[in-house]
């Protein structure tokens, strides 16, 4: 199986892409939905979470509140290290997991941070979705209804655009309307199918 890991900047649409991958039938595993589901309540690493960073990192009804988790990592080397030493290895060994039970031609791994943990050489294939700056902006603002500034501060946090596109093997230009972008995917699952097929004994 080939393994693609599906990589881009805040707000450049990788949600999107995983959705019109999957409408081809191919398997996709979303890294950002396994985080999300690590900080359920209930689970270990809410509670080793909220040991460390303190109760006011939780909503009333005992789930985690993003927001003000995020105000205590962002700009906090030490704080971010010890919620990545949390997280990034459970997320590693969920994901590993669920490829170990995938038996199809090629599955897309989604993963947002994957040049800034560099694991980019875990996977076959390195497929960026790309747009630039000032669309980023926008289409997260909108989405998440956040300020302009925190937004900028985001994008400056993870690694340059021209860096992330270095490692690619496909970009996915993302500057265009959705027809453009359902044509690409389609072309690259084509690609990928072909890819596979060619490989097989």
């Not at 080793?48 to 993003?66: C, E, T, V």
């Not at 700009?75 to 997991?97: A, C, F, G, V, W």
């Not at 050489?121 to 998440?144: F, G, H, K, P, S």
């Not at 956040?146 to 993870?158: E, H, L, T, Y």
């Amino acid at each position: 199986m080939i393994k693609v890991a599906l990589t881009g900047g805040i707000g450049c649409g990788k949600s999107t892409a995983c959705k019109l991958f999957s409408q081809h039938g191919t398997p996709v595993i979303d890294t950002d939905i396994i985080a999300r589901e690590l900080v359920e309540p209930g689970k270990p690493a809410l509670s080793k979470i909220s040991d460390y960073f303190g109760a006011d990192i939780l909503l009333p009804d005992g789930s985690l509140n993003r927001k003000a988790l995020a105000q205590k990592v962002f700009n906090n080397n030490k704080n971010k290290d010890y919620l990545e030493s949390i997280l990034h290895p459970e997320i590693r060994k969920i994901t590993q997991s669920k490829i170990n039970k995938l038996d199809t031609c090629y599955a897309i791994i989604a993963i947002p941070l994957l040049v800034e943990t560099n694991q980019q050489t875990d996977y076959d294939y390195v497929l960026v979705i790309d747009c630039n700056e000032a669309q980023q902006i926008e289409r997260t603002i909108q989405r998440d209804h956040r300020r302009i500034d925190q937004v900028k501060s985001i994008i400056n946090a993870q690694v340059s655009r021209k860096k992330r596109n270095s490692v690619a093997d496909d970009i996915i230009d993302n500057t265009q309307d959705i027809k453009s972008l359902e044509a690409r995917i389609k072309q690259l699952h084509i690609k990928y199918m072909k890819l596979c097929n060619s490989s097989l004994p």
